[in-house]
C-alpha cells in the first residue's frame, strides 16, 4: 500500500469483520500503522477531509479503475492536500498531536455507536483527551480515550467543520 500512498491513487478500503465500513479515497499515507485517506464525497463528486484507520484493521482493498473515475465531478484533492504537512501523520499518536485544539470525530472498536466528536485537548502515546461536543453544538464534558480503543479518525471534513462554525 505504501506505493499506493506514493502515487495517491484513489482506493475503497474494506475493514470488515473488525469494523462494518468501507472507506473510499485518495491514499495519502500508508505504513504499518496507518493509513490516511482524503476522503471521496459520493455526493458531492469532490474530495472532503481526511480518514485516518489502523493498518492492521485493513482486510482488503481496491484501487480504482477507470471507470471509477466518472463519479469524480471535482478533483480538488491538490489544493487540499497542499493545506497539510503529511509527515505529521506517520502514526496515531503523532496525527493526533497534530490536530490538539482541532474538532475531530473518533469511533471506538468497543460499541458500534460509539461516535465521539469532540476538540482534542491533548494527546500520548497511549490516549486521547476530547472535549466533546454534543448533537446540539454544546460542549459537554472531557472523556479520555485509549488510542487502542480507537478505529476510526475524521477530521476537517463538512461536518467537522460546522461543528465547529456552530459550537457554543
Avoid at 487540499?80 to 503529511?86: D, G, K, P, R, S
Wanted: with cysteine; charged share 35%.
Amino acid at each position: 500500500m505504501e506505493e499506493i500512498a506514493e502515487q495517491r491513487l484513489i482506493i475503497d478500503i474494506d475493514l470488515r469483520p473488525n469494523v462494518d465500513d468501507v472507506y473510499t479515497g485518495k491514499c495519502l499515507v500508508a505504513n504499518s500503522e496507518i493509513v490516511m485517506l482524503l476522503n471521496f464525497d459520493e455526493e458531492n463528486g469532490n474530495f472532503d477531509g481526511y480518514t485516518i484507520v489502523k493498518n492492521s484493521d485493513v482486510e482488503k482493498y481496491r484501487t480504482w479503475e477507470e471507470k471509477d473515475f466518472g463519479e469524480l465531478k471535482n478533483d480538488n484533492s491538490e489544493s487540499l492536500v497542499a493545506n497539510i504537512n503529511l509527515n505529521d501523520f506517520t502514526d496515531l499518536e503523532k496525527s493526533l498531536k497534530s490536530l490538539v485544539s482541532e474538532i475531530v470525530s473518533i469511533f471506538a472498536y468497543d460499541d458500534e455507536d460509539s461516535f465521539l466528536v469532540g476538540k482534542i485537548l491533548w494527546a500520548t502515546n497511549d490516549s486521547v483527551e476530547l472535549h466533546l461536543i454534543d448533537e446540539d453544538s454544546n460542549w459537554s464534558e472531557n472523556e479520555i480515550i485509549k488510542l487502542s480503543d480507537i478505529s476510526y479518525l475524521g477530521f476537517d471534513t463538512e461536518y467537522e467543520r460546522e461543528i465547529k462554525k456552530n459550537a457554543v
